[in-house]
Structures are given as structure tokens and as C-alpha cells.
């Protein structure tokens, strides 16, 4: 079965194409083709990059609307210089990245007009992604027909199963009732790197009392105990929580209500301030890509100094929180840019938890590890960096509903 992916994200569109032929693996194989729009390259001009086995190609397009450029991208599959597949009718299926499925959908879910409705429906609660993944849906209707199944996966829907008093906030409960809850999100992430986890300690995943940190540009972390999510750092919008790239993560609300009453601020200034202005950007002043504080920290900037202490206080506050809730740990796993390849985060965090036996190994720590064990054999908690694989897992989500 040839499956096209669609990771549809507000800036860029990653797509990947897998064959699968039986029971897909845990781990990945490689993609027939890959590509990549970067909807912000100039204003007005999309940028598209193709990736086969042969070739590689970059082309710049102009855009008003994105269909014709999602169409010039998905013609790279069967025509241009290096086709992958003879024509479109050799698409068997896609699987689409959903960023909100709110509190109906707990798993992915072949889509019909019906899922549809319910995705536009919740745009209200996800309005840079929901629009932008429908989009990408009704694209590949256009361009392959309707006849192709196509499937929704949820950055939800592994959170949706969370425990009340994990998902319900203490506010007054009508409120709740109207939709304002946790919901969480980097569920596909949190999800695949715990299965993976289970598979390298070659242990039953509902054997493992697991904190799941997915530290990119957004970052969450998951408590996950017998394969399901009992608590994560994300709230009602991928605003909360841990400090972020852009974002300012959990502050005291009453921030907000200070610079409405006293200063004037609209919903879109605050909107656009703990979104887009906060966060490592925000203190320090220099970037939201951890890779320039570290380099401005090492040109002696205090700000950007500030900014990563912030961030690890932060991490190593909420990691704790998490093992609270769980009882004990057993894994520690980093994923995403950051969590990949900071090893300078990792050793800070986990230094915080020495005191419950958990011990890295720092050579393990500094060799660029990837799908593998970093703690020392007598560590009490098992760290893991790994490298995720969301496409993989939208793909294998969206065989998996297609048998049935
Ligand atoms: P996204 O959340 O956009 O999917 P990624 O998971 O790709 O992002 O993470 C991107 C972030 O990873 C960058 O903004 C940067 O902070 C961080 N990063 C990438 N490479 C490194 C590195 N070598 N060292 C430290 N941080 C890195």
C-alpha cells in the first residue's frame, strides 16, 4: 500500500510517501519521496523541495492560493525528473496531521464529511492549524478524487483519554462543560516516541511509567503510564506550559488581565505577544533557536543567559511534576531538536533528578545518540534519546484504519 503523508503547519507542508506491504515496523523505513513547501519563503513566492532515492530539487513558485502549488508538489510524484510512481492512481491512501480533534476524537479516524464538519468546527480552538490541515484535505480530494480513502490523525487524540483532574481546569464548571479543558498536543510525537521506548528496552510499554519530553521549537512533555497519557504540559491551546522558542508557556493569567485594564492591550496585541514575541526569543532578545542563545551565552549576552536558565528551570520544574503524578519513572526520553541534540539540556535536566538514582552517562550523552539508552547500567530511571517520527506514525495510524 503506497501512503502519502501531509504534515500540514502554518509556515511549511512536509509530505513523505511510504510503501507498506505488511505489518509496518516501529521503526521507519525509508520514504519512496519526500517534500517540502516553505509557504514563507518571500512574500508571495512558495518554495518547494523534492527528495527521491535519485535526486533532489528546489523550485520557487509563486502563490495567491495554495492548491496549485500543493498540486505542482504532488505531480513531482509521478511526472518531472525522477517519478516515484507511474501516476495518482497509485496513491492508495493519506494520511493527514490534524492538530485538533478536541475531545470526541481519541483515535485517527478515516475522514468523511462528518470528520470534516467536526475539524472545521474546532478551528475556533486551533485557528493557524485546523483551517490550514482542511485545506490540505480538500487539496488532495481535488487532485487525487474523492474515491481516495484519506485518514485524520490527532495531535489530540493520545490526551484525550486523560484523567478529569488532569484535563478539567478549576474554573467554574460550566465552562468546562463548554469545551474549555486540557486537551494537549504533540500527541503523535508523545505517543510514537513511548512505543519506541518499549521496543528499545525490549519491555511491555504497560510495564513503564514513562515522562515523554518533545522539546522543538513548541515543546511538551507527556506522563504516560500503561501507554496512555495521564498528563501533559500543554493545556487548552499549545500556548502552555514549558517555556518555548516563541512561546511564553504557563504565566499567571492575571498578566494578562494587568495589560488589558492598565495598558490597553487587545486580544490580537496579547495574542501576537505570548505567541510569537515570548519565550527564549522574548528574553533574550536574540533568537528563538536554541542553537543561537547558546552561541550568544558563550559571547557573553546576559539575556540570552537569562533566557535558557528560564527554560531549564522550567523543564526540570515540570519534569518533576509529571514523575509526581506518575509515582516514579522508569524512562526519561528526549525528542525533537532540542531533545535530540542539546546534550548540554539533557545533563542539566537530568542532573536535577540525580537524587532519585538516575545517572547519565555523559559519554553516552555527547556521542550523538539517536534511538538509544544514555544512563549508566546502575541508573534507577532509564534515559533515552529518540528520534521522533511523526510522518512514520501518520502513515502506519493511517494503514491501520484503512484494515480495520
Ligand atoms: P518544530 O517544533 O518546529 O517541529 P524542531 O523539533 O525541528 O521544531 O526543533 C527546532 C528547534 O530545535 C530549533 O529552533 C532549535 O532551537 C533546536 N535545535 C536544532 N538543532 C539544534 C542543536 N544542534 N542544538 C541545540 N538546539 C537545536
Same mark, same amino acid.
Given at each position: 500500500?503506497?501512503?502519502?503523508?501531509?504534515?500540514?503547519?502554518?509556515?511549511?507542508?512536509?509530505?513523505?510517501?511510504?510503501?507498506?506491504?505488511?505489518?509496518?515496523?516501529?521503526?521507519?523505513?525509508?520514504?519512496?519521496?519526500?517534500?517540502?513547501?516553505?509557504?514563507?519563503?518571500?512574500?508571495?513566492?512558495?518554495?518547494?523541495?523534492?527528495?527521491?532515492?535519485?535526486?533532489?530539487?528546489?523550485?520557487?513558485?509563486?502563490?495567491?492560493?495554495?492548491?496549485?502549488?500543493?498540486?505542482?508538489?504532488?505531480?513531482?510524484?509521478?511526472?518531472?525528473?525522477?517519478?516515484?510512481?507511474?501516476?495518482?492512481?497509485?496513491?492508495?491512501?493519506?494520511?493527514?496531521?490534524?492538530?485538533?480533534?478536541?475531545?470526541?476524537?481519541?483515535?485517527?479516524?478515516?475522514?468523511?464529511?462528518?470528520?470534516?464538519?467536526?475539524?472545521?468546527?474546532?478551528?475556533?480552538?486551533?485557528?493557524?492549524?485546523?483551517?490550514?490541515?482542511?485545506?490540505?484535505?480538500?487539496?488532495?480530494?481535488?487532485?487525487?478524487?474523492?474515491?481516495?480513502?484519506?485518514?485524520?490523525?490527532?495531535?489530540?487524540?493520545?490526551?484525550?483519554?486523560?484523567?478529569?483532574?488532569?484535563?478539567?481546569?478549576?474554573?467554574?464548571?460550566?465552562?468546562?462543560?463548554?469545551?474549555?479543558?486540557?486537551?494537549?498536543?504533540?500527541?503523535?510525537?508523545?505517543?510514537?516516541?513511548?512505543?519506541?521506548?518499549?521496543?528499545?528496552?525490549?519491555?511491555?510499554?504497560?510495564?513503564?511509567?514513562?515522562?515523554?519530553?518533545?522539546?522543538?521549537?513548541?515543546?511538551?512533555?507527556?506522563?504516560?503510564?500503561?501507554?496512555?497519557?495521564?498528563?501533559?504540559?500543554?493545556?487548552?491551546?499549545?500556548?502552555?506550559?514549558?517555556?518555548?522558542?516563541?512561546?511564553?508557556?504557563?504565566?499567571?493569567?492575571?498578566?494578562?488581565?494587568?495589560?488589558?485594564?492598565?495598558?490597553?492591550?487587545?486580544?490580537?496585541?496579547?495574542?501576537?505577544?505570548?505567541?510569537?514575541? &515570548?519565550?527564549?526569543?522574548?528574553?533574550?532578545? +536574540?533568537?528563538?533557536?536554541?542553537? %543561537?542563545? /547558546?552561541? @550568544? $551565552? #558563550?559571547?557573553?549576552?546576559?539575556?540570552?543567559?537569562?533566557?535558557?536558565?528560564?527554560?531549564?528551570?522550567?523543564?526540570?520544574?515540570?519534569?518533576?511534576?509529571?514523575?509526581?503524578?506518575?509515582?516514579?519513572?522508569?524512562?526519561?526520553?528526549?525528542?525533537?531538536?532540542?531533545?535530540?541534540?542539546?546534550?548540554?539540556?539533557?545533563?542539566?535536566?537530568?542532573?536535577?533528578?540525580?537524587?532519585?538514582?538516575?545517572?547519565?552517562?555523559?559519554?553516552?550523552?555527547?556521542?550523538?545518540?539517536?534511538?538509544?539508552?544514555? &544512563?549508566?547500567?546502575?541508573?534507577?530511571?532509564? +534515559?533515552?534519546?529518540?528520534?521522533? %517520527?511523526? /510522518?512514520? @506514525? $501518520? #502513515?502506519?495510524?493511517?494503514?491501520?484504519?484503512?484494515?480495520?
Amino acid at each position: 500500500m503506497k501512503i502519502l503523508v501531509l504534515n500540514a503547519g502554518s509556515s511549511s507542508q512536509k509530505s513523505c510517501l511510504y510503501e507498506i506491504t505488511d505489518q509496518p515496523p516501529h521503526q521507519p523505513p525509508q520514504p519512496l519521496w519526500e517534500a517540502q513547501i516553505d509557504w514563507t519563503y518571500q512574500p508571495g513566492v512558495a518554495e518547494i523541495k523534492v527528495e527521491t532515492h535519485q535526486s533532489q530539487q528546489i523550485k520557487t513558485l509563486p502563490f495567491q492560493e495554495r492548491l496549485p502549488v500543493i498540486e505542482t508538489l504532488l505531480s513531482t510524484l509521478w511526472s518531472g525528473d525522477s517519478p516515484v510512481i507511474s501516476s495518482a492512481a497509485e496513491v492508495d491512501a493519506v494520511g493527514h496531521r490534524v492538530v485538533h480533534g478536541g475531545q470526541h476524537y481519541h483515535d485517527s479516524v478515516r475522514i468523511t464529511p462528518e470528520v470534516t464538519a467536526e475539524i472545521d468546527r474546532l478551528s475556533v480552538l486551533a485557528p493557524v492549524h485546523n483551517p490550514v490541515n482542511l485545506e490540505g484535505i480538500r487539496a488532495i480530494e481535488t487532485i487525487l478524487g474523492e474515491q481516495v480513502p484519506q485518514v485524520a490523525v490527532f495531535d489530540t487524540a493520545f490526551h484525550a483519554q486523560m484523567p478529569d483532574q488532569a484535563a478539567i481546569y478549576p474554573i467554574p464548571y460550566e465552562l468546562s462543560q463548554q469545551g474549555i479543558r486540557r486537551y494537549g498536543f504533540h500527541g503523535t510525537s508523545h505517543r510514537y516516541c513511548a512505543e519506541r521506548t518499549a521496543e528499545i528496552l525490549e519491555q511491555p510499554l504497560s510495564s513503564l511509567r514513562i515522562v515523554t519530553c518533545h522539546l522543538g521549537n513548541g515543546g511538551s512533555l507527556a506522563a504516560i503510564r500503561n501507554g496512555r497519557s495521564v498528563a501533559t504540559t500543554m493545556g487548552f491551546t499549545p500556548l502552555d506550559g514549558l517555556m518555548m522558542g516563541t512561546r511564553a508557556g504557563s504565566i499567571d493569567p492575571s498578566i494578562l488581565i494587568y495589560l488589558i485594564r492598565e495598558a490597553g492591550y487587545s486580544a490580537d496585541k496579547l495574542d501576537q505577544i505570548l505567541n510569537q514575541a &515570548s519565550g527564549l526569543l522574548g528574553v533574550s532578545g +536574540v533568537s528563538n533557536d536554541m542553537r %543561537q542563545i /547558546d552561541k @550568544a $551565552i #558563550a559571547e557573553g549576552n546576559p539575556r540570552a543567559r537569562l533566557a535558557k536558565a528560564i527554560y531549564m528551570h522550567d523543564l526540570k520544574a515540570f519534569i518533576g511534576a509529571m514523575v509526581a503524578v506518575l509515582g516514579g519513572l522508569e524512562a526519561l526520553v528526549f525528542t525533537a531538536g532540542v531533545g535530540e541534540n542539546a546534550p548540554q539540556v539533557r545533563a542539566e535536566a537530568c542532573e536535577a533528578f540525580g537524587y532519585m538514582g538516575l545517572k547519565l552517562d555523559l559519554d553516552q550523552n555527547n556521542a550523538r545518540p539517536r534511538d538509544q539508552v544514555i &544512563s549508566t547500567e546502575d541508573s534507577t530511571v532509564k +534515559v533515552l534519546v529518540v528520534h521522533t %517520527q511523526e /510522518d512514520w @506514525a $501518520i #502513515a502506519r495510524d493511517c494503514w491501520q484504519v484503512l484494515q480495520g
